[in-house]
């Protein structure tokens, strides 16, 4: 028996044939990069200034005009949802942030906003109603480059820091985190993290080289690298360049160097997985002819094991004694950050991969090297991502690229997923 509501909710195409419209979505993408467009065609649109809001009064927009709800919390986190036939269940998530590098890309994040945007357009045009609610979420600030912590929104929405310690940050001005979204008119008035997700699929650009190298169309994302960051001062002592024999010096410099040499050859043991970088570096008196009295530097770890990541923080620990020793240098090693390795939920790799196999993409499985607010949404709720190459694997760069027809059928992968855990007509 066929109900009246069932009549109308009827699809006018058979959802297992339903595909998104890649041309539409090359579109959006391209007209949100309008919103601080650099020279070189990347974008810089830092969280939470003028240019975000522009960046988001337009997505918010496009989400209405496909009959999106629109909800903000108090950490000025979007909630766009189109109805299910039961508005009583969870809703199945969506979606990316929309803040970017200084000097970034028109895909980091966009995509999976835009994408989320482009499967509700989709159901619309085949009059499709989802038993579960679908909903788009923009996340405030993933990237951590005006204010940190990154990640702040979706860390806020999965209880990770809470709301009072993400407003009280502040930028390099002074400015705090709290202040800089009210003036954009942001700070909604919805409890942050008190929203029922039933499950939550996040599709990006790879932002590495593996997909394009393996000639690979998806990347059935299963988890993250654990991370572990740390801060690390060598402590020596300044002196003439000219005077002081090579044997009685206490060059922090030397310290810093032999340590950049450890972090990498520890990355290294623990191959093909293991990361170790060091990106920041600052000589004291940096000064050509005093040999240095102090060096602050960075360290990170990245693997997908949290028992290899605290192997690797053994190593570094006993590297550092050994260096100090060596050199008669102090040495002060901080852990700042970390991360557990993320593992996502099956039942939502399964969907992904099922998704990549009915649509005939090639496709591997995948663990992401950059942390996502996927990361964290997957405290809190069954979640997946979908990984599409993008050029050289580069990205955080203005010239950043992606394909047309990568980001179509990434879109796809998620327009099935997300039917699948929503149920289609
Ligand atoms: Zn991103």
């Known amino acids: ?59 918010i927009g496009w989400l209405r005009d496909a009959g999106a709800a629109i909800d903000i919390d108090g950490a000025g986190n979007i909630f766009a949802v189109r109805r299910g036939r039961d508005d009583t269940a969870a809703v199945v998530y969506t979606g990316s942030h929309v803040d970017s590098q200084p ?19 989709t159901l619309n045009d085949a009059r499709v109603t ?67 997700v039933d499950a939550y699929f996040e599709a990006h650009i790879e932002q590495g080289p593996i997909l394009e ?28 360049a000219g ?26 043991r623990h191959a093909p997985d293991g990361r170790g970088t060091v990106g920041f570096m600052q000589v004291k008196p940096n000064s050509r002819n005093v040999i240095p009295g102090q060096v602050a530097m960075s360290a990170e770890f990245r693997h997908p094991h949290d028992e290899t990541l605290a192997a690797m923080d053994r190593e570094l620990r006993d590297a550092a004694a050994t260096i100090a020793r060596d050199l008669r240098l102090e040495c002060d090693l901080k852990q700042v950050i970390a991360l557990p390795a993320s593992h996502f939920n099956p039942d939502c790799i399964d969907s992904v991969q099922r998704a990549a196999e009915m649509l005939g993409l090639s496709h591997r499985r995948i663990v992401s090297g950059a942390a996502h607010d996927a990361v964290y949404l997957s405290r809190v709720a069954p979640t997946s991502m979908i990984f599409v190459p993008c050029k050289d694997g580069i990205s955080h760069n203005e010239i950043e690229d992606a394909r047309p027809e990568h980001l179509e059928a990434g879109a796809n992968v998620l327009l099935h997923a997300v039917l699948a855990r929503a149920g289609a007509a």
């Not at 000097?103 to 357009?121: H, N």
């Not at 410099?253 to 520890?266: F, H, K, Q, W, Y």
Request: aromatic letters at 6%; charged letters at 20%; one cysteine or more.
């Open 1 to 59: 028996m066929t109900s009246p509501s069932e009549t109308t909710s009827r699809p006018t195409v058979w959802s297992s044939a339903m595909r998104i419209d890649g041309t539409r979505l090359w579109q959006s993408l391209m007209d949100l990069a309008q919103i601080g467009a650099t020279p070189k065609g990347g974008v810089r649109r830092l969280a939470l200034t003028d240019l975000d809001r522009q960046g988001r009064d337009l997505v």
């Open 103 to 121: 000097s970034g890309g028109k895909f980091d994040g966009p995509y999976g906003v835009l994408a989320g945007l482009e499967v509700l357009r």
């Open 130 to 196: 989802t038993r579960k609610p679908v909903g788009v979420a923009i996340w405030t600030n993933e990237e951590g480059t005006r204010f940190i912590p990154t990640m702040g929104g979706s860390g806020a929405f999965a209880k990770v820091h809470t709301l009072d310690y993400l407003l009280a940050q502040r930028d390099i001005d002074g400015v705090s985190f709290g202040d800089a979204l009210r003036s954009i008119g942001y700070a909604g008035s919805a409890p942050v993290g008190e929203r029922a």
């Open 213 to 240: 190298a393996e000639d690979k169309v998806i990347g059935v994302v299963t988890g993250a690298l654990g991370q572990r960051w740390y801060d690390c001062v060598w402590t020596g002592q300044d002196a003439h």
């Open 243 to 268: 005077p002081t024999p090579m044997e009685t010096r206490h060059d922090a410099l030397r310290g810093a160097a032999a340590m950049v040499n450890a972090v990498n050859a520890i990355a290294l």
